[in-house]
């Protein structure tokens, strides 16, 4: 079993910046590629971002690429997304998600284990 828990969501102004962490546990975490989605009301999940626990490979969409940054610090076992130029199209839940395999890209059908989300509100 893994478990992950996110935190950082909050409501900000549109042009603001917003870091979420996505704290990591459970004795095989590590094996697992880590990503961020986020759901609209009234919109499917989506798929924000990814990266591996070792090595280089990580992920973004294309409508949060050169706007957020993934990132992740292995001792505190901990993956981070910084997101700014927040705008309100952004405005969303975000979860994060541990899968097998997500890197360009990760499908909410390859996740094995999902947070319970943080809402994200962005005002314009």
């Known amino acids: 079993q893994v478990q992950l828990v996110e935190s950082g969501g909050g409501l900000v102004q549109a042009g603001d910046s917003l870091r979420l962490s996505c704290a990591a546990s459970g004795r095989t975490f590590s094996s697992y590629v880590m990503g961020w989605f986020r759901q609209a009301p009234g919109k499917e999940r989506e798929f924000v971002a990814a990266?591996?626990?070792?090595?280089?490979?990580?992920g973004y969409a294309d409508s949060v690429k050169g706007r957020s940054t993934i990132s992740r610090d292995n001792a505190k076992k901990t993956v981070y997304l910084q997101m700014n130029s927040l705008k309100p199209e952004d405005t969303a839940v975000y979860y994060c998600?541990?899968?097998?395999?997500?890197?360009?890209?990760?499908?909410?059908?390859?996740?094995?284990?999902w947070g319970q989300g943080t809402q994200v509100t962005v005002s314009s």
């Open positions: 998600a541990a899968a097998r395999f997500g890197i360009p890209t990760m499908t909410p059908e390859q996740v094995y284990y």
């Open positions: 990266i591996k626990w070792t090595g280089g490979s990580i």
